[in-house]
């Protein structure tokens, strides 16, 4: 079974650019995460999807961050402008379901530096 | 609210010895609880989970986790560490009206020394 393929892998980019990230869970999966994962820090959560509508966003900084997952299957999260701030790794993870404790499998992650 | 507390954001360990990470958790209700081991450049493996069916609950790679209430704590062992273990591990917690969204402790570095 294939796992959650994230791309690209690394992105630089510098300050006040945009730049996007691609998800494609398990399949099978109705539930998508998209965490963010700052150095030598435990990830947190940005967004939750269960098929193509919005669980929660709460933790999305909706001024900069955007996500779609428009078919109910990938995913994209975009960032526009970055900041210096955003330099971190971006984790895609997918579950069955929406409900707890369903296991959530992880991708390998984008690591984004901003300059 | 839930949050989770990791206890020492390094610990070292010799090859063979007891590993043992720490983890407590703060949640109003009943809670489920969760390790995960980060490789280098790799995403989050889920280790183990607890879901109330057993406080004592064994995972992949010999490592096992016992559920203290009266503790809020999931501490993570392993009888005898291997060089592989060598990672970063982390302790997550959710709970039934949480809709599944894992909150994070801040992880622990395991070091393995030959």
């Known amino acids: 079974e294939a796992g959650v393929a994230q791309s690209p892998r690394y992105k630089i980019i510098e300050k006040r650019q945009s730049v996007a990230f691609w998800c494609n869970p398990i399949?099978?999966?109705?539930?998508l995460y998209w965490y963010q994962q700052i150095l030598g820090q435990g990830p947190k959560l940005l967004i939750q999807?269960?098929?193509?509508?919005?669980?929660?966003d709460s933790q999305l900084p909706k001024d900069r961050f955007s996500a779609e997952r428009l078919k109910g299957v990938d995913s994209t999260l975009k960032i526009q402008p970055a900041k210096l701030e955003d330099s971190a790794v971006y984790l895609c993870?997918?579950?069955?379901?929406?409900?707890?404790?369903?296991?959530?499998?992880f991708g390998p992650g984008t690591r984004l530096t901003v300059l | 609210a839930q949050s989770v507390t990791q206890l020492g954001s390094h610990v070292s360990v010799s090859e063979g010895a007891l590993v043992l990470l720490r983890c407590n958790y703060s949640?109003?209700?009943?809670?489920?609880l969760f390790w995960y081991v980060q490789y280098p450049n790799q995403g989050l493996q889920l280790l183990l989970k607890?879901?109330?069916?057993?406080?004592l609950v064994k995972g992949i790679n010999g490592f096992e986790a016992e559920f203290k209430k009266s503790e809020t704590s999931f501490h993570l062992t392993k009888p005898s560490a291997h060089m592989s273990d060598a990672a970063e591990y982390f302790c997550?917690?959710?709970?039934?009206?949480?809709?599944?969204?894992?909150?994070f402790g801040g992880g622990t570095r395991l070091m393995v020394k030959p």
């Open positions: 993870a997918s579950s069955l379901f929406s409900r707890a404790p369903d296991t959530q499998y």
């Open positions: 949640s109003s209700v009943p809670p489920y």
């Open positions: 999807f269960q098929n193509n509508g919005v669980v929660d």
């Open positions: 399949s099978g999966h109705a539930t």
């Open positions: 997550a917690v959710t709970h039934n009206n949480a809709g599944n969204m894992l909150t």
């Open positions: 607890y879901t109330s069916a057993a406080t």
